[in-house]
């Protein structure tokens, strides 16, 4: 089983309609993430959280809102979707403190939304 | 946030070197360089961190000079499996508050390796 996992994987939807992106691990990790990936660019933060307790606005958080249930469960939500919010999204985790000590990032599998 | 720029492509051969820099000017004192591989439709995967000198794993290298402005992963005798996007990250990635969550990811490299 991954270690952090997306659902789901792909989504059509149409504009206007409220899409939740969800996102869980099984690292014990208090950092996570959601990024957007557009075709052939790099990946661009949205929100990050490094605790429940605590969330924060990455480059390009409108249009976005994010809720953090649990240490394990970091959801994104699109209130109302539009077109060009159509691309891959992906949720990852971090832990500095943890194995390698680097602060490496984690990523799940992405999420393929098409907002139509 | 220290801005980071990469070639957007290089083509190499199958048992040759590839080096690829990546240049960040307004790199900060506390912000690391961390080199990531991306394959289609997959999350990135971490390869390589540094602060300065060199670093070597089981997998690549990573240079730095000494004012830290730009840095080049080095990937040894590559394989067609090392075709992918590699993207260089910058900041403070193992810091305790919450700036270290900005990292910046660019639009990465795409290498092709060909037989």
């Known amino acids: 089983d991954a270690d952090v996992t997306q659902t789901p994987r792909n989504r059509i939807t149409k504009t206007g309609k409220r899409i939740m992106l969800e996102c869980s691990q099984t690292?014990?990790?208090?950092?996570m993430y959601w990024y957007r990936q557009d075709p052939g660019l790099g990946l661009r933060l949205i929100y990050y959280?490094?605790?429940?307790?605590?969330?924060n606005k990455g480059e390009i958080s409108d249009g976005y809102s994010v809720s953090r249930q649990a240490q394990a469960k970091f959801s994104l939500s699109l209130e109302s979707a539009i077109p060009n919010q159509t691309a891959l999204y992906f949720c990852?985790?971090?832990?500095?403190?943890?194995?390698?000590?680097?602060?490496?990032?984690?990523f799940g599998e992405g999420s393929r939304l098409t907002v139509l | 946030l220290a801005k980071t720029t990469q070639p957007i492509s290089m083509d190499s051969y199958e048992g040759q070197e590839v080096n690829i820099t990546c240049s960040h000017n307004n790199i900060a004192t506390n912000d690391y360089i961390t080199w990531y591989q991306q394959f289609p439709s997959q999350g990135p995967r971490f390869i390589i961190q540094?602060?300065?000198t060199k670093v070597t794993n089981e997998v690549a290298s990573l240079f730095i000079p000494a004012d830290r402005k730009s840095s080049t992963l080095s990937l040894p005798r590559v394989s067609l499996s090392d075709t992918a996007v590699y993207y260089c990250?910058?900041?403070?990635?193992?810091?305790?508050?919450?700036?270290?969550?900005?990292?910046?990811f660019g639009d990465g490299t795409t290498l092709t390796v060909k037989p």
């Open positions: 540094g602060y300065k």
């Open positions: 959280s490094f605790d429940v307790k605590d969330i």
């Open positions: 990852a985790t971090s832990d500095p403190s943890s194995g390698r000590g680097t602060g490496e990032l984690f």
């Open positions: 690292k014990g990790h208090d950092r």
């Open positions: 990250l910058v900041g403070d990635i193992r810091g305790q508050n919450t700036n270290a969550g900005k990292s910046t």
